[in-house]
């Protein structure tokens, strides 16, 4: 399965941006039975989970990110985002998708980069 990120860019702080997961190589409905995961991999930093979307609709976001990001899916269950508003310097880094708890091969994920 390939999973690729994409809508990442370089914004100002307190500006906003939705990133994108589509899958390919694999059953269209993927997203619909594996809970999934946006990451993200700070400079210098390990990769985080900073939200998550369950298969029943459930979300779950990291303390950093609560309040200025939405995790959702499309009606169709074929294209995930992550709507990221308020953006501070320190949510720059590299925004990987992915399921969230036995990941898949990594993408190259999408930059997302804040200036203060």
């Known amino acids: 399965v390939q999973l690729q990120a994409s809508g990442g860019g370089l914004v100002q702080a307190g500006g906003s941006l939705r990133l994108s997961c589509r899958t390919s190589g694999t059953s269209a409905q993927f997203f619909s039975i594996n809970d999934m995961a946006w990451y993200r991999q700070a400079p210098g930093k390990q990769r985080e989970s900073v939200a998550i979307i369950t298969v029943a609709d459930r979300t779950n976001y990291a303390d950093s990110v609560k309040g200025r990001f939405t995790v959702s899916m499309d009606s169709a269950k074929i294209t995930m985002y992550l709507q990221m508003n308020s953006l501070k310097p320190e949510d720059t880094g590299v925004y990987y998708c992915?399921?969230?708890?036995?990941?898949?091969?990594w993408g190259q994920g999408t930059l997302v980069t804040v200036s203060s």
């Open positions: 992915n399921t969230a708890w036995r990941p898949e091969p």
